[in-house]
């Protein structure tokens, strides 16, 4: 069974600053999706980011990005330039042949 | 995109009672998946929904615990039955447009205490 592991149960970052969450996961399979959802206190799960692994390069939107490495079995997100907005528990979720699995989350504070 | 509505959105409910939720999206999907977030914690699929056939439960739920109906592509209920305290959780909705790989669509989720 997949698995999708976050390390870190909360993070806090300086207003303006970068921040780097971890994800690891494991799987035997080849073709899957990585996704990094946001819930916000207002607990509407948000898709941040999706990486498909048959892809190399990392895939950004706007302030947020990721470091895929497929042989580590590592996906990390980078947000840049964080905001108070983006205060809010972040999931890692693993997609192969069948259902969607989630990590733990981490929950990111943003400092003003 | 999609919009999902759910209701209610929170209930406190008494041990024993049953509750059913309801799940409306604003365009016709193929499979629905209800979701259940113990405080503190992640995601753990109950099951999925197809409209026409019977949903399809995962590993540690079961149908009389958690009846499904969908009947219609826009519509579905969750009914959680003979409520303990252990069931107090969120339980969310959502839909994928795109199939395996696509984004998936988030109802903003019902909370749930059982006193």
């Known amino acids: 069974a997949q698995t999708v592991t976050q390390s870190q149960p909360e993070m806090s970052v300086q207003e303006a600053e970068t921040v780097t969450l971890s994800c690891t996961y494991d799987?035997?399979?080849?073709?899957?999706?990585l996704f990094w959802y946001k819930q916000p206190p207002s607990r509407q799960m948000i898709l941040v980011i999706r990486?498909?692994?048959?892809?190399?390069q990392n895939a950004t939107e706007n302030r947020f990005s990721v470091n895929f490495q497929k042989a580590a079995k590592s996906f990390s997100l980078k947000i840049s330039d964080s905001q108070l907005g983006d205060a809010a528990m972040y999931f890692c979720?693993?997609?192969?042949?069948?259902?969607?699995?989630f990590g733990q989350g981490t929950r990111l504070t943003i400092n003003p | 995109s999609a919009v999902i509505s759910q209701k209610p959105s929170r209930d406190i409910c008494q041990r024993g009672t049953s509750l059913t939720i309801q799940c409306q999206v604003d365009?016709?999907?193929?499979?629905m998946f209800w979701y259940r977030q113990q405080p503190g914690q992640s995601l753990t699929l109950i099951a999925t929904a197809n409209q026409g056939s019977e949903a399809t439960y995962e590993s540690g739920f079961v149908i009389d615990k958690f009846p499904i109906s969908r009947p219609n592509l826009t519509f579905s209920t969750l009914t959680v039955s003979n409520m303990s305290p252990e069931d107090s959780s969120i339980y969310l909705c959502s839909v994928d447009l795109g199939g395996r790989g696509g984004e998936q669509f988030f109802g903003p989720g019902t909370r749930l205490t059982v006193l």
């Open positions: 990486q498909e692994a048959y892809k190399q």
């Open positions: 979720a693993f997609q192969g042949a069948q259902k969607l699995v």
């Open positions: 799987t035997s399979e080849s073709d899957y999706y």
């Open positions: 365009s016709q999907v193929t499979m």
